[in-house]
């Protein structure tokens, strides 16, 4: 265990979500509390009508309960994910099998009528259970369940990994017969040209920006980076040799 710390003594980082486990089988599951007459609820029910198509890449929705203190929210049950990154990817083939879920998710909610409308790092999240087959803790993630050690995952090369879009608080599902246009200069993503307070915009086209300068950060800049350092690394030994 570390020094001067105690399992029961961690904070949550979240205090909108809370861990527990689920009585039938004892799964770690997520517990968000929401507004009941909010569309992320109603969203998240209608993909839950497609958990077994295997080109849903949303969270699923394991089950709503009545918030005991406030008859106006509810809490969403949700498996307990990890941030997608987390840890790093070590095979190109690895980031294939990431992009390609992705590209496959967002497709399906485009089919679906649905613009996520804040896809960021913060809201792809992944089943890390392959990874780590004795667990970990849900708030220090590098560490044992009781904290007293750190773990170290498994590869994901040879291991079934599922990715998810998470988060649909600012999501809209269109009407079929409706343009999928909206306002609103909503979402993490800052450099998305289009997004107006005022001015309609094609929110499926926002999503697929987003998705595209989310990868391109992630594995370009952070591939150009690792090639520099290595680089640097080089003529250090270089100098040395000398």
Request: charged fraction near 30%; charge should be negative; proline fraction near 6%.
């Amino acid at each position: 265990m570390l020094p001067n710390h105690r399992e029961d003594s961690v904070m949550l980082m979240n205090h909108q979500i809370i861990d527990a486990r689920r009585r039938e089988d004892n799964e770690r599951v997520a517990i968000k509390r929401v507004r009941s007459d909010t569309g992320e609820l109603d969203i998240m029910k209608f993909l839950s009508a497609f958990e077994d198509d295997n080109t849903n890449h949303t969270v699923p929705l394991l089950a709503v309960l009545p918030d005991p203190f406030d008859k106006q929210l509810s809490l969403m049950v949700m498996p307990f994910l990890r941030p997608f990154d987390d840890p790093e990817f070590t095979t190109i083939g690895e980031v294939v099998e990431f992009i390609d879920q992705m590209v496959e998710g967002l497709v399906f909610l485009h089919e679906h009528r649905i613009a996520h409308r804040d896809i960021a790092l913060a809201n792809i999240m992944m089943d890390a259970k392959p990874l780590y087959t004795d667990g970990y803790h849900p708030v220090w993630l590098q560490y044992s369940e009781d904290i007293s050690h750190v773990v170290a995952p498994l590869s994901r090369t040879g291991r079934s990994i599922r990715y998810f879009y998470i988060d649909f608080d600012l999501s809209i599902r269109f009407p079929d017969d409706a343009l999928p246009y909206a306002v609103g200069d909503v979402g993490r993503d800052a450099e998305v040209p289009e997004l107006s307070p005022d001015v309609p915009y094609d929110a499926f086209k926002v999503d697929i920006f987003a998705l595209g300068n989310l990868l391109r950060k992630e594995f370009e800049q952070v591939r150009d980076a690792r090639a520099d350092r290595i680089t640097a690394l080089g003529k250090a030994d270089a100098s040395s040799a000398l």
